[in-house]
């Protein structure tokens, strides 16, 4: 049994590795592709490869165990996390000939009141209680990326892929690893009830959602005529820099801290998908918005159900990303 055990977590760590480099690989092409060539490529390359590098390790239970350990030994590590970000960003920075001090700044306060936030309840014992200020330290991550206040940190066409992954792992470290969250569900363990209760939920939403859509003109439909190697790209960034990062923060975050703190799972579902719904609204202008809001939310209940029935954020991703596909494919 130890041994199957062991074998089970170098096997997670070690395919955790392998999609990592794989994303390496297709970032460092489609950088090159793009007129990236010798040091602001190299920087670029180094610095995705740290950011996604992360991104995969935080799905392995045995590493986020050992980071547990790590900082409540010591508290004070996690301000580590800090550190390893406004790295990162002087590698890309300097590499790209674009460093800044507000640029440096952003980065810094978009770090420091989450951290300070989790670092003050660190220094306790993990709780299976849910305190106001964790949904505060979520207002925190979300609001900044949403608002997008955080333009000006980086430069290029890496600007939101990078935000992303700066706020995805943030998020990560700072609830799964610091705080124990139960039950946010971030792996990548493909299980059949995962494909079953994705697609279900998508076949369930598109009957409502298209003729709501094509109705008030919300959309048109406008297949793209893509070959299948921009299909699979697109596919790919929508479900990594969209469709997982959100249901990150609205279902693994704050609809499972919702159910916790209400003891009421209906109830969390539709606060959630409000939620979900009220965050588009800067998506579209006026009167689109409203309908873009609406259509929103009534997808977050679906994305919830899928989330429900697996305990699972792979679940809800990939019905997220389904519905994304299919209107970025086929749709305008």
Known sequence: MVFNKYFVEKKEISSAILTA??????????????????????????????????????????????????????????????????????????????????????????????????????????????????????????????????????????????????????????????????????????????????????????????????VTNFMVFLPQHHNIVPIFLTSLGIFLFTALPEELLFRGLIQNLLKKKLSNKNLALLIASILFGLAHLNNASYPKNLTYCFLATIAGLFYGRAYFATNSILTSAITHALVDITWHELFK
């Open 21 to 214: 480099f794989i994303f390496v690989i297709i970032g460092a092409t489609l950088a090159y592709y793009n007129g990236l060539r010798q040091l602001p490529l190299i920087s670029t390359i180094i610095t995705f490869s740290f950011l996604i590098t992360t991104y995969c390790l935080l799905s392995v239970e045995d590493i986020t165990n050992w980071l547990q350990q790590t900082i409540f030994s010591n508290p004070s590590n996690l301000w580590l996390l800090a550190v390893f970000f406004l790295l990162t960003y002087c590698v890309y920075s300097f590499g790209n000939n674009s460093f800044t001090l507000v640029g440096l700044g952003k980065l810094l306060l978009f770090l420091f009141f989450p951290i300070l936030i989790i670092f003050i309840r660190s220094r306790q014992e993990i709780s299976k209680k849910i305190y106001w200020y964790e949904f505060l330290a979520i207002l925190l991550i979300w609001l900044p990326f949403d608002l997008r206040l955080l333009n000006g940190i980086w430069i290029g066409k890496v600007v939101y892929a990078f935000n992303v992954l700066v706020a995805f792992n943030l998020a990560l470290v700072l609830f799964l690893v610091c705080r124990g969250v139960e039950d946010i569900g971030y792996s990548f363990r493909v299980k059949k009830e995962t494909f079953y209760h994705s697609i279900t939920n998508f076949l369930f939403f598109a009957p409502i959602a298209i003729p709501i859509g094509l």
